[in-house]
């Protein structure tokens, strides 16, 4: 019997695009899969990012979600690497958007904060808690526990995020 929700999270990058699946019934989360999109630094950018739509085209026929959430990322001190990383998680947002999912966004620290109990959180202790919440989800790589815990915050904030996407502050409705 199919779960009340598929979701699938998603870790952005260039180079790396973590992705992770989940169930969500009734409050309880069960490992589905996980994995990484990688593209060869080789080639051209539009090449890879090519190859990042491609590969995240390929996860949503392998496993159907239902709904997917992206990681939003912070502004760092190399502009080049942060319009690339941009570049990348707008293929991240578009590819399930185009496929009629409704995608959400949410700040690290949130995810960390949800899946940890603290903003600040070190990667080892994501790693670590996403495999206490998933078991069987313990042997991957810091990608692909990053996109799981991103699909775990979306698991306990998708209400809120529905209700932000249908209702923007001092907007109208969409």
Request: positive net charge.
């Amino acid at each position: 019997m199919r779960p009340a929700v598929r979701l699938l999270g998603l870790d952005p990058g260039l180079g790396t695009t973590g992705w992770g699946v989940i169930d969500f019934d009734r409050g309880r989360l069960a490992f589905v899969a996980c994995g990484a999109v990688t593209t060869d630094s080789a080639r051209p950018l539009a090449a890879r990012l090519v190859q990042l739509a491609s590969g995240l085209e390929a996860v949503l026929e392998a496993y159907g979600p239902d709904e997917a959430a992206v990681e939003e990322t912070f502004v760092n001190r190399n502009a080049v690497s942060t319009l690339r990383l941009g570049q990348a998680r707008g293929i991240a947002l578009l590819v399930p958007a185009r496929a009629g999912l409704p995608v959400a966004e949410y700040l690290p620290n949130l995810v960390k904060k949800t899946v940890v109990g603290t903003g600040h959180a070190a990667k080892q202790q994501v790693q670590m808690m996403v495999g206490v919440l998933l078991p069987g989800a313990r042997s991957h790589s810091a990608d692909a526990a990053d996109a799981l815990a991103v699909a775990i915050c979306h698991a306990h904030h998708r209400g809120a995020a529905r209700l932000a996407a249908r209702h923007p502050p001092g907007g109208v409705p969409r």
